[in-house]
């Protein structure tokens, strides 16, 4: 009877109660808010324990993880010239570079993990096709050349991108991106060294195709950098928050700068008759970019779209066995130390 009276609180004492509670809670949030506002105006970086804004959470998660994806399709591209590469040398590169894309994955698929949502999450997401990854993976690689365009155009453009990330206000990432970064310059730099050696020591065909290569690659490399400012609904607030910290459009007219001079020293030509230098803003000026283009492919509709992610569900689900065995292997690890403890 005493417990009853004491727990007999009436409607009105309820709902006073709980809106004091729920008062309490926003302090507490708003607090929690102003602290995390300060750390960032700070530059200080925010650790996956520290608390953190649902909005700045689900923004890494969407970044990281459409990351990771990228590293992962982007195996495919390049994957399917392993076999054919021209040299034992060539052959060796290729298959590194490849393996280091799955690295960058695993890194990046971690960092994610950080944040609460889980591995087998993220892939579900990808092989469903409800995940992004770079538009840049769903074109083909037509020829031998298209190796080296995307170590000197896709890594390139993928390391100015991502050295910024490397600032980022999310440690984690932040620190995955310090190490992937060190590995990209390499894949920039073979990319670019097998096609100066097609260019200066290879046939006239070779050039030709080097040529081809770059006409077809230059315009999806420039639509890795994400839509115009204007038109990017996330730019404002992960710049706010430090997530990124050069815009779409800057990193851009980065990129273009720094490769035109590369382009002259390959002795090939960048397929954009609008590209001149801009004396008064010091910089290159470009022609447009086809966005109808990149947001078709960004919707699922480019040349490779349906290939890629069939390639990655089919590697998934043959790789069910291995997962099993491991998954069997720790178990039967977990109940022998579980046997050793009995007997000791
Ligand atoms: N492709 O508001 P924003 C690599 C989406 S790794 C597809 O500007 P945000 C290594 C965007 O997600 C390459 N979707 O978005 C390698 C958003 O959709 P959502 C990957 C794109 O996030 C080399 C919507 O459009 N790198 O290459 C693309 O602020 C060689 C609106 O856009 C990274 O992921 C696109 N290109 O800025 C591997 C770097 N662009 O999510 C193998 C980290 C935009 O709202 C071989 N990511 N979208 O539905 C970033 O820096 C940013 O996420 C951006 C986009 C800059 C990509």
């Not at 894949?187 to 081809?212: F, I």
Request: charged content about 25%; glycine content about 6%; proline content about 4%.
């Amino acid at each position: 009877m005493y417990t009853q009276s004491m727990d007999t609180l009436s409607a009105e004492d309820k709902a006073m109660e709980a809106a004091s509670k729920a008062k309490l809670r926003s302090a507490d949030e708003l607090q929690s808010q102003q602290r995390f506002d300060a750390r960032i105006d700070a530059g200080d970086f925010i650790e996956a324990k520290d608390w953190m804004p649902e909005h700045y959470r689900k923004t890494l998660v969407r970044q990281i993880s459409q990351h990771a994806h990228s590293e992962f399709v982007g195996m495919l591209p390049e994957g399917n010239w392993i076999s054919r590469a021209p040299t034992l040398k060539r052959k060796a590169i290729l298959l590194s570079k490849v393996q280091d894309e799955a690295g960058h994955g695993l890194y990046l698929y971690a960092a994610a993990e950080t944040l609460g949502t889980s591995r087998d999450q993220l892939l579900d997401a990808l092989h469903t096709g409800k995940a992004k990854y770079s538009s840049i993976f769903n074109y083909p690689t037509l020829t031998w050349a298209d190796m080296g365009v995307i170590g000197w155009l896709v890594d390139g453009a993928a390391i100015m991108n991502q050295v910024p990330l490397c600032r980022c206000s999310y440690a984690p990432y932040a620190r995955a991106m310090v190490r992937i970064c060190r590995e990209e310059s390499f894949h920039q730099r073979q990319g670019y060294e097998a096609l100066l050696t097609m260019m200066t020591q290879g046939t006239a065909a070779q050039r030709a195709m080097v040529q081809d290569a770059v006409n077809r690659w230059w315009w999806p490399s420039l639509m890795m950098f994400g839509p115009p400012d204007a038109e990017s609904p996330n730019s404002e607030q992960s710049m706010r928050w430090g997530i990124k910290r050069i815009s779409n459009d800057d990193l851009r007219q980065k990129f273009v700068d720094a490769t035109v001079e590369q382009a002259s020293i390959l002795g090939v030509s960048l397929p954009d008759p609008l590209l001149t230098w801009n004396d008064t803003r010091q910089h290159y000026d470009m022609g447009p970019i086809d966005w109808p283009e990149f947001w078709q492919v960004v919707g699922g509709d480019g040349p490779c779209n349906k290939e890629r992610l069939a390639a990655r569900v089919d590697a998934w689900d043959n790789g069910a066995w291995v997962r099993e065995a491991a998954l069997a292997h720790a178990e039967k690890q977990v109940a022998k130390q579980a046997q050793h403890a009995m007997a000791a």
